[in-house]
């Protein structure tokens, strides 16, 4: 993995390939590539480090023609090498590819290949791709392709050419996500929409199993058996400028600062407060069958997992419904017990992460029903779930995920107020709900116009080795949130805990050099907390407290304190989450990071 653009057309493809990789930048990536066909075969050019350097490259010594591939790497098999590199070509430079996932048999291929008099030049699985390509090749690539493809074990999203077969790009879907972008005259292979937007907006989500043909005459669908398929064409609804930075020094300060308004498009038509419930037709279930569901896992990786332990609490408090989340990676492997009157709910902001799509698969295999909650429109999951939700967060380009996450918790507000009026919860309760979650944009800007306030206080941690995150009930989850955010951006050793676990271990760590963040709004186990606070004060720890009001209770005790608004306790990890997104932000600017791709990180994690 990590991004793949495709161009066939009239245009010279060369500067259509390096936007769309620039484009793809924010996914993560640590080398980038482009082979073009220039009429007399194929020519190549890689490098390692930033698309910056391949730029450099070409300008030194252009590549020229009408059909092309690109590639950004984020390794799996063998360092960020040119040798490594993608795209990959076979011994003779007749075949080239590039490939997002991760071919699990590649050894025994290789080995067998090598048996074959193929020789190879890099340590990756890709390049086995190609020379089975290439062993494969009789009369067409499209049916190469697949004879390859049928003996392959794994995870694919491809691009193909040949200068046997000129003229023509194939890709093929397994896992990885790809999309073919139609023109007049011209189309375009891309794993994410970002990176041919600009050019056209009509779009062709391929499935698993699809195999595509491009070239300038038009496409052709098919599946494995090369039988002909049909495919809708999806518009994109998105605007250029919504990937763009807009004036602001990163993407990930432009996401949180879009917060109030994303937030609001979450519930924009979800919300009845004269019936104190949300609108979900999007669910695909009646009442009477969520009235059969007798209980709920969620499944997801990272971020999306932490907003799923808050969902947690919301549903079983409100449903009294059992609720389980599951890490997506370890689902499918420890033999759980689903059942058809189970929901499994899957999130995740791209709707292509490997591992939540490969649970939400076992729970369907299993009988479950699934709902998906992502945030990108045409995605595999939302394709594939029973029903679900979008975020409407619009796209999210920062590595670092923070409106998504902010959207999932509400969304996840929406779905358990819907459930608990289906069960317990009162109108007049329901109304309440409804009114807090209404007041989250306001409040959310509230907190975004004291952001200098949290500058400051970054300015004094920037130099800290290690940071602890505390809180308790819906805010245990936001302090892995928070601790996730300092340690993805800043490179700060960072932990979240339950804080009354705290004294089960970290306490150890605590001296005058440990920062420790409380997320201590005045809940329903605040006075709880206080004495957390007050442990790691005698043991001379330094208190950051996130609250709500002027606690008498924590006087003497906190050395900065920052204050967001008042909400009920189910929605407060929405409020504090915005603070902690910025400190872990400003920390890492003032530390010189490279804060819209970490290193070593990529925005939609394909491969397991």
Known sequence: MCGIVGYIGHRVATPVLMEGLKRLEYRGYDSAGIAVQNGNGLERRRAAGKISRLEQLIGASPVRGTVGIAHTRWATHGPPTEFNDHPHVTEDGAFAVVHNGIIENATALRQHLEERGHVFSSETDTEVLAHLIEEMYSESLEQAVIDALHLVEGTYGIAVMSDRDPDKIVVARKGSPLLVGLGEGEYYVASDASAILSHTRQVIYLAD?????????????????????????????????????????????KEIVEQPQTVANTMRGRLLLEEG???LGGLNLTDDELLEIDNIIITACGTSWHSALIGEHMLEELTR??????????????????????????????????DTLAAMREAQRRGARTLGLVNVVGSTIPRESDGGMYLHAGPEIGVASTKAFTSQVVALALLT????????????????????LQALPGQIQNILDRASEIENLAEEFKRAANFLYLGRGYNFPTALEGALKLKEISYIHAEGYPAAEMKHGPIALIDELMPVVFIAPHDSVFDKLVSNVQEVK???????????RDEPALKGTVDYEFRIPETIDMLTPVLAAVPLQLLAYYVAVKRGADVDQPRNLAKSVTVE
Request: proline fraction near 2%; glycine fraction near 8%; include cysteine.
């Open 209 to 253: 199993g699809d195999l595509a043909v491009l070239t300038r005459d038009g496409y052709r669908v098919l599946d494995m058996q090369s039988t002909a398929l049909t495919r809708s064409v999806s518009q994109i609804d998105w605007d250029l400028d919504q990937i763009e930075r807009g004036g602001y020094a990163h993407f990930m300060l």
């Open 277 to 279: 419930t949300a609108k």
């Open 321 to 354: 419904i059992p609720v389980e989340v599951e890490y997506a990676s370890e689902f499918r492997y420890r033999n759980p017990i689903v059942n058809n009157r189970t929901l499994c709910i899957v999130i995740s902001q791209s709707g292509e992460t490997a």
């Open 417 to 436: 107020l819907k459930l608990g009026r289906l069960h317990d919860v009162s109108n007049l309760r329901g109304r309440e709900i409804i009114d807090a």
């Open 538 to 548: 005698a043991r001379k720890g330094r208190v950051i407290a996130i609250t709500t």
